[in-house]
């Protein structure tokens, strides 16, 4: 007690404002809790602050919007409540458009995650230039999307393209790719492909590298193959991983706009997705509806709230789906 | 309580300070220097009117916006109703306006500006377009016009074994469509199954734009399913496909820029501004193509107006540059220069437009060619949506020719995505 009292005797004297009264110090203690509370949230306030404006607010406002007829050329905006959903769900084009979102995504994903897996695992063996080919894998993610739909809707090109050409000189015949739905699907879906497969193979070798040796020289003891490794110790240890890309790659799939848009070229194609609407996305049929001759946002509302659900379910089943994984093997 | 006056008087000072700045660099004046921007789709052959322009008047310079045919149009009716974005200068095809003299407040009156006057300079049509149905209201001045005639390769008619000089190929179709197709049925035969045309929408839309009546009635209706016009052209458009003349290629797409020089099609349908838009595409070609004239008379497809919308600053200065540019002799130039045909009768009787010929296309007297079809156009009325529903009858036309539906199939669906207009 007496120390206590010599300490702070001194300070009380020589500090004038009186900071250290007993109302200042409960005031400086104060003051530290709130410091040691609240300068957390209020350091990650600004990326808080900005998501609301940017982001929430936009979701918020797009659903008020999506109960309105809300044309953008009118500065009438009549409330329908739940009209735009109705007519969404009964038109054919929607159902068409939703259908051919999962064709491609279906298409785009499988493959492309499984190649990635493929790609991760050569990358964790011994080679020469190891940063140059890790390098590599993620270059045709560094391009620009609307690049690479150019390039390869010309390489898918009917009349001169590269891929037709290479076709017909193996004897195959050409193919127009971009007026039946399934070659559409799949032109589109190697785009897709291409850009996304490196940064997966990145994201897989990552986590592949956190799995411990000692799990691999068991299972080499007991004489499993290379393969065999990566199906049954690879893939159940980076579970988590392989789970945050099937659900990053699923939102993403199902928001594909630039690659059909520009696949269909300048004309009316590019906004329906050819003329029977064979490579339509949900994306694309809301740019349609909002952002064409009649600018229905309210409608085109509907649509992103429509899309946001179908991502929910979609990421929820894939989810479920790979969980299925450790128990399977 | 003494320094405030002077606390607000100073506030004010710097207020007025920052207005004045705020006024000086939100106008685009620098140092007394006026920027109009011109937005455009495609290159009008502009650039060196601007210089020619600020030469006259140092005080203009000019940005030019460049942006796709669809985009732009579409821009342009974003920027419109949220009421900032739009250029100065703005052009317009004629598919689109309609829809913009439909709401002519969103545009400076140009009756008012001084247009009032210049009434006979342009072709009746052309000056009409642009009027708001209750004529108070003027919302652009007309650049070009789409006259059309028929583009078609020598080399591959002569191997067809069919005639090469122009008048005879005129004359082969001079009748009507029905004998177009003829031509293109023994086209077909003669090289085994060539492709006649490039694209069965242009057939089309040709046909359609020389009618009486188009796909709108005078009051804005759509008529595509009871003008017999469109009926006919649909169905004679069907049959040139079943035949399989159509090259089945998309306007505008890199396919159909390779088409015209690799020569995979013998004819397209072509007003003025296409003779460039083959020059630019086909450099390799010159002397290949050919101008005749178009089968089923006069008709006009394309061709723009300059608009100023009314969120623009300097509409005095706006005005006074395109009127500049839409005089005669800045439009002769610019055919000249890009092959777009003036909408000014005046030129039409002017040895310097009527004596011009094109060296690409065989030295064919181009200025005569599009004359002829300039004068002998007559009106059709332009719905609001004109550009669309041709583009949906177009994608119709597309669905039969790829194969994935019958004619009837793809004229149902038609008409059933009219109905959503």
């Known amino acids: 007690m007496t120390i206590a009292a010599k300490r702070t005797g001194p300070a009380r004297t020589a500090d004038p404002t009186g900071r250290s009264s007993p109302a200042g110090r409960r005031f400086q203690h104060l003051r530290y809790r709130l410091d040691l509370k609240a300068s957390p949230y209020l350091y990650i306030a600004p990326f808080f602050a900005l998501f609301a404006a940017f982001g929430l607010f936009p979701l918020a406002y797009t659903a008020w919007v999506s109960t309105h007829e809300w044309s953008l050329l009118s500065d009438e905006h009549v409330f329908v409540a739940f009209g735009n959903y109705q007519a969404l769900l009964s038109d054919p084009y929607f159902w068409n458009a939703l259908g051919n979102t999962m064709s491609i995504l279906l298409l785009a994903t499988v493959p492309q995650l499984l190649a990635a897996l493929l790609l991760a695992h050569l990358l964790t063996l011994r080679l020469r230039g190891q940063t140059f080919w890790r390098m590599g894998m993620l270059l045709p993610n560094v391009a620009s999307v609307v690049a ?72 080499h003891l007991d004489g499993a193959s290379r393969m065999q490794q990566l199906f049954h110790v690879t893939v159940p240890m980076i579970r988590p991983t392989i789970v945050f890309t099937v659900i990053v790659s699923t939102i993403y799939g199902l928001q594909i706009f630039a690659e059909p848009q520009l696949f269909g070229g300048g004309g009316p194609n590019g906004v329906t997705g050819g003329a029977s609407r064979q490579f339509q996305t949900l994306t694309l049929y809301l740019y349609e509806h909002g952002f064409n001759r009649g600018f229905e946002f309210g409608y085109a509302s509907a649509v992103a709230w429509t899309m946001f659900l179908v991502i929910v379910v979609v990421a929820l089943l894939n989810y479920l789906f790979i969980r299925r994984i450790r128990s399977d093997s | 309580m003494k320094t405030r006056p002077i606390r607000t008087a100073m506030a004010a000072a710097a207020a007025a300070a920052l207005a004045l700045t705020a006024a000086c660099s939100g106008g685009g004046d620098d140092g007394g220097k006026i920027t109009l921007s011109v937005g455009l789709f495609g290159d009008f052959g502009f650039g060196p009117l601007y210089e020619e322009y600020s030469k006259l008047h140092p005080e203009i310079e000019f940005e030019e916006r460049i942006a796709e045919f669809a985009d732009h149009h579409t821009n342009l009716t974003t920027h419109l109703a949220t009421g900032s974005g739009a250029a100065d200068i703005e052009a317009v095809e004629v598919g689109y306006i309609s829809q913009y003299t439909a709401q002519p407040d969103r545009f400076h009156n140009l009756l008012d500006l001084g247009a009032a006057e210049l009434e006979g300079q342009w072709l009746d049509w052309k000056w009409q377009q642009a009027l708001a149905k209750d004529g108070e209201a003027l919302i652009g001045l007309g650049t070009d016009v789409g006259g059309m005639a028929m583009c078609y390769r020598r080399d591959l008619f002569e191997q067809a074994g069919l005639p090469v000089e122009r008048d005879e190929v005129s004359a082969l179709w001079a009748g009507s469509w029905e004998d177009y197709v003829a031509v293109g049925r023994q086209y077909s035969e003669a090289t085994g199954g060539d492709y006649f045309f490039e694209s069965s929408g242009n057939m089309f839309r040709a046909m359609v734009e020389q009618a009486d009546e188009g796909v709108y009635d005078r009051d804005d209706n759509l008529v595509v399913e009871s003008n017999p016009a469109i009926g006919e052209a649909w169905d004679l458009t069907v049959e040139a496909i079943e035949a399989g003349m159509s090259n089945r290629l998309q306007a505008w797409t890199p396919e159909w820029n390779a088409g015209f020089n690799e020569g995979t099609f013998a004819t397209i349908i072509c007003p003025a501004w296409m003779t460039s838009y083959i020059e630019t595409n086909a450099p390799d070609s010159a002397g290949l193509w050919d101008i005749a004239t178009v089968p089923g008379g006069a008709g006009n497809m394309g061709g723009s107006h300059l608009v100023l919308p009314a969120q623009g600053d300097h509409p005095e200065e706006a005005y006074a540059f395109i009127e500049w540019l839409t005089a005669p002799e800045q439009q002769l130039k610019v055919f000249e220069s890009t092959g777009n045909f003036p909408s000014t009768p005046a030129l039409y009787e002017d040895e310097a437009l009527t004596g011009m010929t094109k060296a690409y296309f065989n030295d064919a007297p181009v200025g005569q060619i599009f004359t002829a079809a300039a004068q002998a156009v007559r009106p059709q009325y332009q719905g609001p949506l004109q550009g669309d529903v041709l583009a949906t009858i177009g994608q119709g036309l597309g669905r039969i020719e790829d194969g994935s539906q019958t004619p009837d199939e793809a004229w149902s669906q038609v008409l059933g995505d009219l109905e959503s207009f």
Do not use: C
């Open chain 1, 148 to 219: 690479v739909a150019v390039i390869f809707s010309q390489l898918f090109g009917r009349d001169f393209g590269l891929v037709n050409w290479v076709l017909e000189s193996l004897g195959a015949g050409r193919i127009d790719w971009q007026s039946g739905s399934a070659t559409s699907h799949i032109a589109i879906a190697v785009m897709v492909a291409w850009k996304w497969t490196g940064y997966n193979a990145l994201i897989f070798l990552a986590a592949m590298q956190a799995v411990p040796r000692d799990v691999y020289e068991a299972a």
